[in-house]
């Protein structure tokens, strides 16, 4: 017996053949499993689309801000020749733009207001080239650093904390004080806010400010820039980048990539991935397992059938290649509806999310409330791939006991009350 008649006579059990009762019931019982498979396909890939989605929006706002590689030198010190590193990173080829800054802590006030914040001294011709928040024509505020004036450039959040506006005065407080006969006297700095960004992500906006690097050197008493940020044409390889340049700087100074400076949020959302991956699969291996009792079942009404195959010269080998057909046929459709399911949501989730919205008169994500006001969807093929293997897997799984018992039918036996 060849193989291409055990897949017609297992396709034609997957339809259960003549119209009966007892066919018609296994008949829905294999239309369940595939549809089972199907949505738990379906479920995986638009879970996790959407996962990778909401990761890339929040780091793709995170890294406007951060840089995708910061060089710097030791205790906060000036780098020793900033041309020099500047130009030796501007050589590596991977290397985007470069941008010479200044990196400190500081408390901002505002009458009796005040806030702890980051400091950051730029330049601002440069700062585009390794910011892409700055990188906006319509945030040109940046262009209103002017040395020797002391504006200064606050997160909205901040500038909201503070009530504070374009053209308010705030108060800049030094870390280390001004040593006088008196004692330690904190060093006082009036600033001008000269404008507002709005990075989209919370921490940032709540707690940088940015003014021009003069300044910066000159009210912390610094003799340069501490450090270059540095934007890379690939952020994914910023790791690899990070060890050439370590490799061939000649001044000896830290490097630390994106990667190493979020490692804490990036492991958590790895982590929670991996969990929906495990739980959203048994939902697959339930709706595959279901398989069992459409198996058993139609082994059972098909026993006379296998006993007349068997006496025709029949294997056992053969007679379990005919359930495994059925049960991989099962497996196979439910597989591919799910994957067209799936992957038709996750390609049109930006549709699909605003019509429920309308339709139910609800807003899923509240632009006052999340960062992201609209569903976000990025399919992987690394995710899709693994998906279809599994649900392949768990579905010739689940047909090889039956299909064994299936074999081990006794011709005589079957057909004593036929």
Do not use: C
């Amino acid at each position: 017996m060849n193989l291409p008649f055990e897949l017609l006579l297992g396709w034609r059990y997957t339809r259960a053949g003549r119209a009966t009762r007892r066919n018609g019931f296994i008949s829905f019982i294999s239309g369940v499993s595939m549809l089972g498979i199907a949505l738990g396909v379906a479920a995986l890939i638009i879970v996790l689309s959407v996962m990778n989605g909401f990761q890339k929006e929040v780091r793709d706002r995170m890294l406007g801000v951060v840089s995708h590689i910061e060089i710097f030198a030791p205790n906060g010190a000036a780098l020793p020749d900033v041309e020099r590193t500047l130009a030796q990173v501007k050589a590596h080829p991977k290397v985007l733009g470069a941008a010479p800054f200044i990196a400190t802590q500081a408390l901002l006030a505002r009458g009796e207001d005040m806030k702890g914040v980051m400091v950051r001294g730029i330049e601002p011709t440069l700062e585009p080239s390794v910011s892409d928040v700055f990188a906006q024509a319509k945030l040109s505020v940046l262009t209103q650093l002017v040395p020797g004036e002391f504006g200064v450039v606050l997160g909205a959040e901040l500038a909201h904390a503070l009530g504070v506006t374009k053209g308010d005065k705030v108060t800049l407080v030094a870390p280390s004080g001004q040593v006088t006969p008196a004692g330690v006297i904190p060093r006082l700095k009036q600033m001008t806010v000269v404008g507002t960004f709005d990075s989209g992500h919370f921490e940032y906006d709540s707690a940088l400010v940015l003014m021009h690097m003069a300044d910066a050197a000159r009210v912390f008493r610094l003799e340069g820039a501490t450090g270059v940020r540095v934007k890379l044409t690939d952020l994914n390889l910023a790791r690899a980048v990070a060890a050439d340049l370590a490799a061939s700087l000649t001044d000896r100074l830290l490097i630390r990539d994106w990667t190493r400076q979020n490692r804490t949020w990036f492991a958590a959302v790895q982590l929670e991935k991996r969990m929906m991956f495990i739980i959203l699969t048994l939902i697959v291996a339930v709706a595959a397992f279901n398989l069992v009792s459409t198996l058993v079942m139609t082994v059972t009404d098909k026993r006379a059938d296998i006993a007349i195959l068997r006496t025709l010269g029949a294997s056992p080998a053969s007679i379990m290649g005919i359930f495994v057909v059925q049960g991989a046929m099962v497996g196979v459709i439910g597989t591919l509806a799910g994957l067209l399911l799936g992957l038709g949501v996750a390609f049109n989730i930006d549709v699909i999310v605003p019509a429920l919205e309308q339709a139910l008169g609800a807003t899923f994500l509240p632009r006052d409330v999340y960062l992201i006001s609209r569903m976000p969807s990025d399919p992987q093929q690394g995710d899709i791939v693994p998906i279809a293997v599994i649900s392949l897997v768990l579905a010739f799984a689940a047909t090889l006991y039956p299909s064994w018992r299936a074999s081990r039918v006794n011709p005589a036996e079957a057909l004593r009350y036929e």
